[in-house]
């Protein structure tokens, strides 16, 4: 028992105070994109080609990454011989219009709240149930992160639950198999109405690494639209966690 | 030709003409031969060669730190291995329904991932007890957590599992098949989410296919970098997974540190490749990121305090008689057992069997520093937690060895073009066990099949072997001590 004690004061009290104070990620954290087309010399295209998943666009002089394909990798900024992409360690990439996940790198737009009869509902507790379609789990071990001590979930109001009957909406990860389609279906329709849905991860987005496989339908677009995007391969927890308060007003407003 | 296979190292690329293509009845010799003498089958898979379908069986054999290579034509079916050789039991599954070969006198020839057209996943003819006050349990493939998706069907009497079988394949997303014809701009995200929490495990497996097929050879400095990059996220993995175990025994001390010490290892990770999953870290060639001396500093500073925190929460946990309590005696596998299912990593060390990639085929950094095996006897979640608290201590260890004295060199040279017409393998110990890569390449440089054995494809059976004659409720524990990977499995 007093072991039990000791153990308890020694580990102290660890939970961030996000969004109180700013977040500190390390220097080499990937987050938005930084993109100076001025440096870049007509027809190139480094940084296309080096894209895995088509995220990054040349256009009228403009370099244009999509970030619901991103992956986040170092790959672009690498193959970019005039350092005129590369990444910024800002965590805050969550939107609420799918259109919002282009940029040039002028502005990007945030998540915006929930309308009002949303907020009514779920502004002061929001319970998801959580649904993996396919990916490689990334995106649930990051989603998961956010109930421990460190970011503490619950005290924004906000659950995971294991009964979609429970649940006042559905966190879809994943590029969702065929295999997964009608679970992800039947557990969508299993939660009671109003509800709303929100999509993690590039997979979910725009199928991610599998985008264009027939195994996989290229994300969670099946289910209806979204109120919440979450960029990433996997988003940063702190990624998750700033959507999540920035849909619930608690940032941002 | 030879009828004992081609002898071939893992990283080493062999002219595909050299491995040996016998008759089914030499083929089954050579498999027999080698497990009675101690090998274990790390690769048993079709490709396609000429229209029709080809059989590969990667044997590993622990004492010389060799592999081996051997090659049938089954036609349209062939006695099947499984009778007498257990651990080709999956394989031989998956065979079947990749390639429509039907291995004759398979006991349970069903589906491992319900890819074929009009296959409905779940949808199968399950082991079925009868009698009176015996009922089915069916859960999921969506669970109760933030888990991936799996189908478990238990056969009980009360409260006792008499038999559980599962059924995967939801994760499914054509990764093996989408690898072939590359390498190209996709390849390396493709191997670093195999899956997810094991990046770095696979995508150094990747990698070292890919760099035997070119013959490159990656300096030291960014072999010992690898190391500590799969090093970070067996140290990570292994304590989440003790704390999950804290939490399904409600010891939530436990539960609470470890899952902020796991992310401790996370971080570490995120400060050498800005990704707390190693994405990133692994490129063939070599690394992504190379490390600064402060950034070393950093590292190692950060090191200590966390393992001191790990080593007194989890502390806590063993002390605890009613933890003790639950894990002991519980979801055993004898020795006898492990062998025969062929399981390999923590899984395998804790009923007792000396098997482990990193010294029985050391490559890299492993050559320099070896790592000691964490062995156990007895066979239960106690003897799984166990060994993954004795690995997270020598991680540590091989950590902060591999950082106070990386060797200097470039951390990545190119990887041009890959040697036509060779096989190569790759054996790398992730946190969950072996991780198998094999590679082809066709006549023009490409990769005409690809391989994926993750550990758990393995090791999914040893899971539903543990659970009989356990109670249902145990099975989160139990299944925990396992925590196997669904992705990797289903590919
Ligand atoms: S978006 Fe990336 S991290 Fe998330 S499931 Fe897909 S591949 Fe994994």
Known sequence: MIRTLITRWRQGHRTIRYPDALAVLPERFRGLPAIDSAQCPNGCRECVDACPTGAVSVEGGHVRVHLGRCLFCPECAQACPHGAIGFTTDHRLAVSDPRDLLTDGREYRLARQLDEASMRLFGRSLRLRQVSAGGCAGCEVETNVLGTVVFDLGRFGIQFVASPRHADGLLVTGPVTRNMAAALEKTYAAIPTPRIVIVVGACAISGGPYRGHPEALDGAASVGPAVLYVPGCPPHPLTILDGLLRLLGRIGS | MSTTGRELMPGEAVPVGEIPVVSAAAFRNVVMDRIGRGDWLAALFGHPVNGSVRVTAILACPRFGELRAVAFDPGASYPALTPECLEAHWFERELHEQWGVTPVGHPWLKPVRFTTPGAIPGVTDYFAVAGEEVH????????????????????????????????????????????????????????????????????????????????????????????????????????????????????????????????????????ICGSRLGRGLVRPGGVGFDVTAELVRDLLGRLDPAMREFTDSVRLLFESPSVVARFEHLGTLTRHEAVKMGLVGPAARASGVARDVRSDFPSGAYRWIPVLLALKESGDVMARARVRWQEVHQAASFVRQVLSRLPEGEPWRPVRGLQPGRLAVSLVEGWRGAICHVALTGDEGRIAAYKVVDPSFHNWFGLARAMRRQQISDFPVCNKSFNLSYCGHDL
């Open chain 2, 136 to 271: 089915e349990v069916a859960v999921g493939p969506v669970h109760a957590g933030i888990i991936e998706p799996g189908h478990f069907r238990f056969q009980c009497h009360g409260e006792d599992v008499l038999h559980l079988e599962i059924s995967l394949g939801y994760q499914h997303r054509g990764v093996e098949r989408a690898l072939v014809g590359g390498p190209n701009a996709r390849t390396i995200h493709y191997l670093e989410t195999l899956s997810g929490d094991a990046s770095a495990g696979h995508a150094t497996a990747g990698a070292e296919v890919l760099e035997s097929l070119a013959g490159v050879r990656p300096s030291d400095r960014s072999l010992a970098l690898r190391a500590v990059g799969l090093e970070l996220e067996r140290m990570a993995n292994h304590t989440g997974d003790l704390g999950a175990l804290a939490g399904d025994v409600a010891f939530l001390p436990t539960a609470s540190y470890c899952g902020r010490l796991r992310g401790e290892f996370l971080n570490m990770t995120a400060m």
